[in-house]
């Protein structure tokens, strides 16, 4: 009896260590592949983050479409603003430049190439033109505008407060600002009885600029001379013609158009010995004798603004368009001198700047 107990007490044993003997093995393949999964499933991860981090990342990109024939002070004031709201071109913004290098016909076809893009905004310079050429390029893209005379009377926005499409930015009262040359025209020289206005023809601007000078002119007993050029081989005759009616100034209201030849115009003027007077700083810096406009660059600065909102979510269609709130009153005595003018105190006390 002790004996069978012994027997089956080894066998039970026995049958103990067969059993943990074949287990181990198999728990440890188990073990062994449950390790291999796991670190093959680490290595893909450590891969797909490293493969994330190497991918560059979306940047946002704009479209700038300007006049001018390259970058300006305009420009640099834009970038600089940019830069103060975080956005480096090249690191954390992109973009793309177009200039339509004076030539008008080609806007339309840049406003296209930039729409190409697919741009997250448009930012345009060179006043109305500009803006009507990317207005019929997209109805999506949203659009800043900068130097646009008058946003609502020319169709891009329903109204300042709400514009409603996909247009924002800032828009100057062109017209008011003309009345506010004639009345520094009458101040500077008290005897001018009559008064040039040189205008675009092609501009829809040029009848507002008219009716809104009409109440100084009359108040001020002044006879306003308007000279309609349609391209700028026109100018010379323009004050040709100036002269024989013996107009007393000149004044050369908001154009983008007419902007593109300060130069000449300036110097036509000084030749003439015409006193002539612009509507930005920029005017009396080419040689006008005097200018009186919206402060150089803040209307490119507020241009920033509106697209870092834009970029950061807001509709174009939310955020109201400005106007500007800063003036500046620029003279130029070098030409005063040229042209045989003394600008009476009460003006040049007023002026922002003087250029001796």
Not at 113 to 120: A, T
Request: hydrophobic share 40%; charged share 20%.
């Amino acid at each position: 009896m002790h004996e069978m107990f012994t027997v089956r007490l080894l066998n039970s044993c026995s049958d103990n260590l067969k059993s943990k003997t074949c287990t181990e093995p198999r728990r440890s393949i188990q073990n062994l592949k449950s390790a291999g999964i796991s670190a093959i499933v680490v290595a893909f991860a450590m891969c797909a983050a490293v493969a994330q981090a190497q991918q560059p990342k979306k940047i946002p990109r704009i479209g700038y479409i300007a006049t001018r024939s390259g970058p300006s002070p305009s420009e640099e004031a834009f970038l600089d603003a940019l830069r103060s709201l975080g956005y480096i071109e090249g690191q954390t913004i992109a973009i793309e430049w177009r200039y339509a290098h004076e030539n008008f016909d080609r806007l339309p076809e840049l406003a296209t190439e930039i729409v190409r893009l697919k741009v997250d905004v448009i930012v345009t310079s060179g006043g109305n033109p500009t803006v009507r050429a990317v207005k019929n390029a997209t109805t999506t893209i949203p659009i800043v505008m900068t130097g646009v005379s008058d946003a609502v009377e020319l169709g891009f926005v329903a109204s300042l407060a709400r514009p409603g499409g996909n247009i924002t930015g800032i828009s100057v009262l062109a017209p008011e600002l003309s009345g506010k040359l004639l009345e520094l025209a009458k101040e500077s020289i008290p005897k001018a009885s009559r008064v040039a206005v040189l205008v675009y023809a092609a501009s829809p601007n040029w009848k507002l600029y008219s009716k809104q000078m009409e109440g100084p002119a009359r108040s001020l007993s002044v006879q306003l001379l308007p000279f309609q050029i349609t391209q700028p081989d026109e100018l010379e005759s323009s004050f040709n013609a100036a002269r024989r009616k013996r107009a007393d100034a000149l004044i050369i209201p908001s154009s983008a158009f007419l902007s593109l030849y300060r130069k000449r115009i300036a110097e036509l003027a000084a030749q003439s010995r015409l006193p002539a007077m612009g509507s930005n700083a920029t005017w009396a810096e080419e040689g006008c004798l005097l200018a009186y406009g919206p402060r150089s660059g803040d209307g490119f600065r507020r241009a920033a603004y509106y697209v870092d909102k834009i970029l950061k979510g807001a509709k174009p269609a939310d955020l109201p368009v400005e106007q500007p709130t800063k003036f500046e009153l620029v003279i130029n005595l070098k030409t005063a001198k040229r042209i045989g003018l003394t600008i009476p105190q009460t003006v040049l006390f007023r002026a922002d700047k003087v250029i001796r």
